[in-house]
């Protein structure tokens, strides 16, 4: 079984993310899982420069698929035993846990170059091209106390506008509070 988890970026900077990341894992059913980053920090100060109109959206857009990258390699380096890969080819095939620098792969894929696109749905279009059975969505919010559907979520600002298309096919998908998982 494959499980998508995205590390939303407002975990990034979290002094405890390993260490709740880990304690969030443990109990979980066995799976392979494919780590994906979302852009944090560094998609604000992008968000910005095109609020002030220095980039359109389109730059904008692929300016954070390439912070997609470095939020890869932090992610690497907090969560140390699992390793980056960027190949799609490698991500549908191993079974082993793994950290997935997606930016090549959505460079090459059909998913809009805009704002209402975030990591939250690259991560559900990531789960349904690798057939994974659930996908995970970790936050700094925690989730609505009675199950929502992804057009709920979404009309609360909790996942991206696209979320609800890019979400269909996926068996499973829950948000996780890390910073609280009491």
Request: net charge negative.
């Amino acid at each position: 079984m494959k499980r998508v988890i995205k590390v939303g970026g407002s975990l990034l900077d979290f002094p405890d993310l390993s260490e709740m990341f880990d304690r969030w894992l443990r109990p979980q059913p066995p799976a392979t899982n494919i780590i994906i980053g979302g852009g944090g920090g560094l998609v604000d100060v992008i968000r910005a420069w095109n609020a002030q109109s220095q980039i359109n959206e389109v730059t904008a857009h692929w300016m954070c698929v390439d912070a997609m990258s470095i939020t890869a390699r932090l992610l690497a380096e907090r969560l140390h035993y699992f390793d980056i890969v960027d190949s799609m080819a490698t991500i549908k095939t191993t079974t082993t846990s793994a950290i997935f620098d997606a930016a090549h792969w959505i460079r090459e894929s059909d998913l809009p170059a805009r704002w209402s696109l975030t990591s939250d749905s690259i991560a559900a279009a990531l789960a349904v091209e690798i057939g994974a059975a659930e996908l995970v969505l970790m936050k700094s919010t925690s989730p609505p106390s009675s199950p929502m559907i992804a057009a709920e979520l979404s009309s609360t600002g909790l996942v991206d506008a696209e979320f609800p298309i890019y979400s269909r096919g996926i068996p499973t998908f829950r948000i996780v509070n890390l910073r609280n998982l009491d």
